[in-house]
């Protein structure tokens, strides 16, 4: 159990969450583990397939805006509390608008792909400069290459399911070239490409659970601002899934998610050690790795930066929230395109 900025981690299994006065109190064994003040928090995230809460805390949350998520143990979204829905009616109407409009769909998914594209591109940039004589860089310097004709399709793409071709190339080309950004001598830390439900390799592995902690974010920022992060303008209605907040996560993924995946590796913060292989051949991390997980994903977000577009200084744990209220100005009309966060 981990309390990192305003975000509460409960990974114990067997954990109960209740409320006690204003306060969010956790219990294991009927032994009070840890109390924290609700208005100090923005989110609980439960990682794990036997915790539960109170109905008393659901409603406190819902009430206060504090997002209550269940998690399985590796980071799978399950399911999360919400109240009655909160936000700006007239700015939701015109997000359902323009989903339902091919051409505003393609206008806002296009920025969300370019911008995952071109910060791939940049994320395999900055190893070749780390590292100018690394092993394998001839690979990276061909995907640099090949990254950069994918934005130039991506912006002259005019149908969605174009959009979608491209930006699954891409990843293949990105993919292809992510082992040789990893420093580990290892040879069983290494990616032959993408898989996952479950993932087969412990690079996967970390890769899907950054993610799940990515998603969750975003779906915070989203609903924070007043938007349906079940409403999507690239990935498209489906129950339960929240759309919206897997649009706008494509944009971090490199930034975020895979920096950190490789700085764990690479650092031998995480090593092949921190893995359990089951029979069915899903390879997992362990309990204790999790936590390192979360401790870094947490200081991650403590690192600032200046903001490509607003051209202020902030942390980059806020960046999804200010990517969220930019979508918001573009759907109410204030910004002609919606700017995408490009890393630089």
């Given at each position: 159990m981990t309390h990192y900025l305003n975000t509460l981690f409960v990974t114990r299994e067997g954990s109960w969450l209740g409320k006690s006065g204003e306060t969010v109190e956790v219990r294991l064994n009927g032994e009070v583990l840890l109390r924290a003040p609700l208005h100090n928090l923005d989110g609980i995230l439960c990682l794990g397939w036997d915790i539960s809460a109170s109905s008393h805390l659901m409603a406190a949350c819902a009430e206060s805006g504090?997002?209550?998520?269940?998690?399985?143990?590796?980071?799978?979204?399950?399911?999360?509390?919400?109240?009655?829905?909160?936000?700006?009616?007239?700015?939701?109407?015109?997000?359902?608008?323009?989903?339902?409009?091919?051409?505003?769909?393609?206008?806002?998914?296009?920025?969300?792909?370019?911008?995952?594209?071109?910060?791939?591109r940049s994320s395999l940039q900055r190893t070749l400069r780390d590292r100018p004589n690394g092993l394998g860089n001839d690979h990276i310097q061909d995907a640099v290459k090949l990254l950069k004709q994918s934005v130039g399709s991506a912006e002259r793409t005019e149908d969605r399911e174009s959009l979608i071709g491209i930006e699954g190339d891409a990843a293949v080309?990105?993919?292809?070239?992510?082992?040789?950004?990893?420093?580990?001598?290892?040879?069983?830390?290494?990616?032959?490409?993408?898989?996952?439900?479950?993932?087969?390799?412990?690079?996967?592995?970390?890769?899907?659970?950054?993610?799940?902690?990515?998603?969750?974010?975003?779906?915070?920022?989203?609903?924070?601002?007043?938007?349906?992060?079940?409403?999507?303008?690239?990935?498209?209605?489906?129950?339960?899934?929240?759309?919206?907040?897997?649009?706008?996560?494509?944009?971090?993924?490199?930034?975020?998610?895979?920096?950190?995946?490789?700085?764990?590796?690479?650092?031998?913060?995480?090593?092949?050690?921190?893995?359990?292989?089951?029979?069915?051949?899903?390879?997992?991390?362990?309990?204790?790795a999790r936590k390192k997980v979360l401790v870094a994903w947490q200081e991650r977000k403590r690192e600032s930066l200046t903001h490509p577009f607003l051209n202020e200084k902030m942390e980059v744990g806020l960046l999804p929230h200010i990517q969220a209220r930019l979508l918001a100005r573009h759907l109410r009309g204030d910004l002609d395109l919606y700017p995408a966060f490009l890393w630089k």
């Open positions: 504090v997002t209550l998520s269940f998690c399985t143990p590796h980071g799978r979204f399950l399911a999360a509390v919400s109240g009655f829905t909160p936000g700006n009616v007239l700015l939701r109407r015109e997000q359902y608008r323009r989903a339902d409009r091919s051409d505003a769909s393609l206008l806002i998914a296009r920025q969300f792909i370019l911008a995952k594209i071109a910060n791939s080309v990105y993919f292809g070239a992510f082992s040789h950004m990893l420093t580990t001598e290892d040879p069983t830390l290494v990616l032959n490409g993408r898989n996952r439900r479950p993932p087969r390799d412990p690079v996967n592995a970390l890769l899907s659970f950054s993610y799940s902690l990515l998603a969750h974010d975003c779906r915070s920022a989203l609903e924070a601002c007043g938007l349906d992060a079940a409403v999507g303008f690239l990935h498209r209605d489906r129950p339960g899934r929240p759309s919206l907040a897997l649009d706008l996560m494509e944009e971090f993924r490199p930034f975020l998610a895979d920096r950190l995946v490789l700085g764990l590796f690479n650092r031998k913060q995480i090593t092949a050690n921190d893995f359990d292989h089951h029979e069915n051949g899903a390879v997992l991390l362990k309990d204790e």
